[in-house]
Every structure is written in C-alpha cells, then in structure tokens.
C-alpha cells in the first residue's frame, strides 16, 4: 500500500490544504481539484526520482510479452508508448540497408536504399516509427530517383516504411542513421600560408585549426556545394602540421570542409 496525509478540508475565504506521498508511489496517481464555488487557486507540485530506476517503468512491460496480443506469424514492434504494434516479419525487411551510415543535420542528402521498396512508398527516419509528430518530414519514393532526405537534428534515427496505399508506419528491422552536428565555416581560421602557390609543384599548406579524427577536405574554383570533401588532412591543432597539395590549373581557390561523419560541404 501507500501512505497518505492529507490537511483536512479547509473553509473561508483564503484556504490552503496538502496532500504528500510518504514513499514511493506503488500505483497510477491522478491529483485533481474541484471548487465549490467560482474563484483562483494555485497549484504545487513536487516530486521525486524513483531510485533504483526500474528496468521497466510503471505500467510498462517487456514487448516480447506483449507480443502474446498479436496473431500467429505476426511479429511485434513498439515504441516506448500504449502503442503495441503487430506486423507481418516481411513488412519489417523491405529496407534491408542504406548507402550511408551518417549524415550531416539540415543539409538535403541522397541515400540509397536496398532491399524491395515500392515506388510510392513513403519512408521517415523518425526516434521511432510511433512517434510522428517530431520525425523528419516523410518522402515518397520515385521509380528510379534515389531519395533526398533533410534530418533537422542530430541523433540516431531508425527508419520507417508505409506501403502505398497503406495506413501504417512499420520499422525497418537493422536499418538506422546517425546525424552529425552540421560543419561549422570557422573549422580552419586564416591566415592559410603559403596564399600563393605555384601550379603543378606540391607544396606544404599550413591550415590553422584544429582537425579531428575523420574531418575531410576539398579545393575548388566553384562551390562548395558541388564538391565532395575527399582528402584526409592531418588530425590535429596548428602546431607543426601541415599538408601537401598540388593545384593543377591557375585560379583562386576555396577551402571547403567536411565534419567527421558529415555529408555536407562548408566553405571555410
């Protein structure tokens, strides 16, 4: 059981009363306030963290039981909420994998998927399939185009699947995406030495920033947002490291990077 105080009933016209929990709540508790006339009250509550936290929280329990709801041949999926979802194992591997394992926040990406979709099936990389409202915008598959999605946050993302025609959201079993934080145009500060070089002659560039384990890099006449960043420069802080580039053709030239894990192109 649980033990409860209560003040009492209290009457004129400023009233204060109190209830409190002495322990942990065993049960679903639901506080409400009625008046017996018309008038302004202030609520206040406080509570605690459940210590140790329970493998499962109350009123949950583990999906593999609540699978027992779900016909023969059917499989279970669910998504953290009162939503027990019961799928056909084969609705499940439609996507059995994705071209890229991580991608960059906000910056539209194309990802190519394996397996058999449909064309006019919609796919969403959401936290999970269940929870629609805060997954990234949903995109309908074209017959020999390969989708662009634009994740808005960083995270790891599963990714859904609707069958045309269909009303259900079903997860892709294996399937997940990592997002990055977006790369940053401040990565490498200036001045970058040598400023002129010569072409056809490799030469030694100091990049002053600090370069992490994965970051690579591109050079261009044009914009950054139609090269990929593919050389590997030295990982590190300014000090003592430099790179070797050869530039094959007179011109001026961009810096454009990429974050460890992006898929996007930043000019520096």
């Not at 003040?7 to 506080?31: N, P, W, Y």
């Not at 493998?55 to 593999?64: H, I, Q, T, W, Y």
């Not at 990565?187 to 030694?204: A, D, K, L, N, Y």
Request: glycine residues 10%.
């Amino acid at each position: 059981g649980m033990f409860l105080y209560f003040s009492g009933d209290s009457s004129g016209s400023t009233m204060s009363e109190r209830i409190s929990l002495q322990g942990d709540a065993t049960r679903k508790l639901e506080f409400r306030v009625s008046a017996a006339s018309d008038g302004t009250a202030t609520v206040q509550y406080y509570f605690g963290a459940q210590l140790p936290c329970p493998d499962f929280k109350p009123g949950c329990v583990d999906c593999e039981v609540a699978s027992a709801d779900c016909a023969a041949g059917e499989a279970p999926q669910c998504f953290g909420n009162a939503e027990l979802q019961c799928n056909d194992p084969a609705a499940m591997e439609v996507v059995t994998g994705v071209s890229l394992a991580s991608v960059s926040a906000g910056h539209p990406t194309a990802i190519e998927l394996s397996g058999s979709p449909e064309p006019g099936a919609q796919l969403m990389w959401g936290v999970h399939c269940g929870d629609h409202e805060s997954n990234a915008a949903p995109v309908e598959l074209v017959a020999g185009v390969t989708p662009t999605f634009t994740l808005p946050v960083p995270g790891t993302f599963v990714l859904c699947y609707q069958a045309p025609g269909a009303s259900t959201w079903v997860q892709q079993t294996g399937v997940s995406l990592s997002v990055v934080a977006p790369t940053a145009s401040s990565v490498i500060g200036s001045p970058v030495t040598p400023e002129h070089v010569r072409v056809g002659i490799p030469t030694s560039i100091s990049l002053p920033g600090i370069v992490a384990a994965g970051d690579r890099l591109a050079w261009t006449m044009g914009s950054c947002d139609d090269v990929e960043p593919s050389w590997d420069p030295t990982d590190g802080s300014l000090d003592n490291r430099y790179d070797t580039f050869t530039f094959d053709a007179i011109g001026d030239y961009r810096l454009c990077w990429r974050a460890a894990g992006g898929s996007d192109s930043v000019e520096q």
